[in-house]
C-alpha cells in the first residue's frame, strides 16, 4: 500500500511556522506511515528543515514572481499528494495549493471574530486558543488538545551555540532579554528593558539576543551593564538553541517568545496592542504575560502597528518595570 502524502502550506511569519510543529507531531502519531511535505519561504526553512518528521521541503523566496509560484505548483503537482493542508490561506498559498490534491483543508481564520475585537472592542471569543490548536483542527476539526511546539536544530548549529555559551557565566540563573518585535506597537520601551536589567542583574546571569533590526535598541538597554549582548550576531536558530540555557526568558509578543515555550522555558511575555484572544501566546509552560487590561483602545491590530494610533502608547507604557521586575522574581 502506497504511504499517505500529505502537504502543509505555511509560507510565514517564524512565529507561525514554528507553531505548525504540532500539527506535523499529531498527524505522524496518527498516521505513521504518512509523508508530510512542506512549503515555507526560505528565510523560515530552517524552522523546518531539521524536523526528523518532515520527508520533503520546498522554499519560495519573499518577493517570489508568479512565474516561480508557478515553477514551484507544477514540481508540487509530480508529488500527488492525497492531502493538502494550507495554514496560510492567502493569495500565494491558495495559487500554490491548486490541484496538487482532491483534497483540501484549510485553516479557520476568525477574521470576523479578530475584526469586531479590532475595530469595534466587541469580544466574542469564547475562549482562548492556541494558534497551534487552529492548525491541528485545519486537519481534524475534533482536536481538543495539541502539544507544546517543538524545534529541531543540525549538529552544526549545537555545537557553535555551545561554544557561545562558554561566555555566559552559569553561577547566576541565565535569563535571556529579548526586546525586539517587528512592529513598534509590540515593543516594550527601550528605557524599561534597561531599567529591568540593572534592577536584576546582580542575581542573573543576563543576554541579550534580537536580530539585527535590533541593534539599536539592544545597544541601548546594555550599554555599560552587565549583559551579554548577542543582538545581530545570530542566525534565527542559534538564537533559538541559546535559549536552551536560559532558566527565563523575558520578551515581547514575537518569534523568540515561541521559541521559548517550544523548549520547555519559563516565560514573562509584554502583550501591548495584541491580545491574548489572537491564539499567540505561550501554552503548556509556566508563564506570566502582563498587559493593560481595560484599556479601550486595545486591540488596536491583530500583528502590530509602526506607531500608536491614539499617540499614548498606554498598552505598553503603563506596564511599568517594577511589574516586570516582580514577575522574573516569582518565575526565578
Known amino acids: 500500500m502506497a504511504k499517505q502524502k500529505k502537504l502543509l502550506i505555511r509560507l510565514s511569519s517564524a512565529g507561525d511556522v514554528l507553531l505548525t510543529s504540532p500539527l506535523i507531531k499529531l498527524i505522524k502519531q496518527r498516521e505513521p506511515e504518512s509523508e508530510i511535505h512542506f512549503v515555507v ?3 523560515f526553512a530552517d524552522l523546518i528543515k531539521y524536523n526528523p518528521l518532515i ?11 508568479i512565474h516561480e509560484l508557478e515553477r514551484l505548483r507544477k514540481h508540487l503537482l509530480k508529488e500527488k499528494f492525497e492531502e493538502t493542508i494550507d495554514l496560510q490561506n492567502n493569495f500565494r498559498s491558495i495559487y500554490l495549493r491548486r490541484g496538487t490534491s482532491q483534497k483540501i483543508r484549510t ?20 475562549q482562548i486558543k492556541p494558534v ?10 475534533t482536536i481538543n ?17 555551545a561554544e557561545i555559551a562558554k561566555k555566559i557565566p552559569v553561577d547566576k540563573p541565565i535569563v535571556a ?14 528605557p524599561y528593558w534597561r531599567e529591568l536589567a540593572k534592577s536584576i542583574m546582580n542575581e542573573t546571569s543576563l543576554i541579550l539576543l534580537g536580530g539585527p533590526e535590533d541593534t539599536r535598541t539592544c545597544e541601548e538597554v546594555s550599554s555599560k551593564l552587565n549583559i551579554i549582548n548577542f543582538c545581530g550576531q545570530l542566525s534565527i536558530l542559534e538564537s533559538s538553541a541559546l535559549l536552551t540555557y536560559a532558566r527565563l526568558v523575558v520578551t515581547e509578543d514575537s518569534y523568540l517568545m515561541h521559541a521559548a515555550n517550544a523548549l520547555g522555558k519559563k516565560i514573562v511575555a509584554f502583550f501591548g ?7 499567540f501566546l505561550p501554552y503548556l509552560v509556566e508563564n506570566k504575560i502582563l498587559e493593560v487590561n481595560g484599556l479601550k483602545c486595545r486591540p488596536c ?13 498606554k498598552c505598553m507604557i503603563d506596564i511599568t518595570p517594577s511589574v516586570a521586575i516582580e514577575a522574573v522574581r516569582e518565575l526565578l
Open 55 to 65: 520527508t520533503g521541503l520546498y522554499t519560495i523566496r519573499s518577493n517570489a514572481s
Open 301 to 313: 491590530s491583530h500583528i502590530g502597528l509602526e506607531k500608536c494610533p491614539k499617540g499614548h502608547f
Open 132 to 141: 497551534a490548536l487552529k492548525y491541528a483542527r485545519a486537519y481534524d476539526k
Open 273 to 279: 496592542s495584541t491580545v491574548r484572544e489572537f491564539g
Open 41 to 43: 519561504k526560505e528565510s
Open 177 to 190: 532579554l529579548c526586546p525586539g518585535s517587528k512592529h513598534f506597537t509590540k515593543r516594550w520601551p527601550a
Open 145 to 161: 488538545y495539541v502539544p507544546a511546539p517543538e524545534l529541531f536544530f543540525s549538529k552544526v548549529v549545537l555545537e557553535r551555540v
Open 107 to 126: 485553516v479557520k481564520k476568525d477574521i470576523f471574530k479578530r475584526l469586531l475585537l479590532v475595530k469595534l472592542k466587541i469580544n466574542i471569543y469564547k
